[in-house]
């Protein structure tokens, strides 16, 4: 079985950086796709960001295409998440999810691991 932890999150300014982590545990998370989603206060959780077992295939959401980057080390049993250009609109809890297989799903039901989240507080 798969459990994950986040890391990194934080107090960033506006047009800032932060770069979360995923650290996972088993040795199938090569075999997982992983995903972040995030959840604002009395908002619902949104997708942010997919990539395949491999590294190969990778989805965004249109709010953060060109400012966030997701990437994974299957040697290290991490995945990333790098964020540019922040905004106050990015302010949210933060979660890294996973699944097994090979589909990339962007829909939060569709993935059964999930970490305790990290918050990421953007001033402006």
């Known amino acids: 079985q798969v459990q994950l932890v986040e890391s990194g999150g934080g107090l960033a300014q506006a047009g800032g950086s932060l770069r979360l982590a995923c650290a996972a545990s088993g040795r199938t998370f090569s075999t997982y796709t992983m995903a972040w989603f995030r959840q604002a206060p009395g908002k619902e959780r949104e997708f942010v960001a997919a990539?395949?077992?491999?590294?190969?295939?990778?989805l965004y959401a249109d709010y953060v295409k060109g400012r966030f980057t997701i990437s994974r080390d299957n040697a290290k049993n991490t995945g990333y998440l790098q964020m540019n250009s922040l905004t106050p609109e990015d302010t949210a809890v933060y979660y890294c999810?996973?699944?097994?297989?090979?589909?990339?799903?962007?829909?939060?039901?569709?993935?059964?691991?999930w970490g305790q989240g990290t918050q990421v507080t953007v001033s402006s």
């Open positions: 999810a996973a699944r097994p297989g090979g589909v990339v799903p962007t829909t939060a039901s569709q993935y059964d691991k």
């Open positions: 990539i395949s077992w491999g590294g190969s295939s990778t």
